[in-house]
Nanobody, 114 residues
Framework: QVQLVESGGGLVQPGGSLTLSCAAS????????MSWFRRRPGEERLLVAL????????RYADAVKGRFTISRDNAKDTLYLQMNALKPDDTAMYYC???????WGQGTQVTVSS
């Protein structure tokens, strides 16, 4: 059974940095691309970044390109999102997703505020 557990969220000041993690289990992690989505209250979940299964191909939403980096450690079955130069508009619940599937974690809250 696929399980995805996000962690690493919290309160950070504008301009600060934060790293999110997603621990994956219940499937062969290295066989799947992965993605990060985020959702603000009352809004639809939107794609932040994705990474193919070998980690060599990545794509980002325009709003985060140049500031966020998605990566993965297939030996640890873990997905990461390094977030730099954070803005208040980045405040959201962040979710990891098995790319192209209906599998989601429960999310981790990121709040960017002074």
């Amino acid at each position: 059974q696929v399980q995805l557990v996000e962690s690493g969220g919290g309160l950070v000041q504008p301009g600060g940095s934060l790293t999110l993690s997603c621990a994956a289990s219940g499937f062969t992690f290295s066989d799947y691309g992965m993605s990060w989505f985020r959702r603000r209250p009352g809004e639809e979940r939107l794609l932040v970044a994705l990474i193919h299964r070998d980690g060599t191909t990545t794509r980002y939403a325009d709003a985060v390109k140049g500031r966020f980096t998605i990566s993965r450690d297939n030996a640890k079955d873990t997905l990461y999102l390094q977030m730099n130069a954070l803005k208040p508009d980045d405040t959201a619940m962040y979710y990891c997703n098995q790319l192209g599937s209906g599998y989601w974690g429960q999310g981790t809250q990121v709040t960017v505020s002074s």
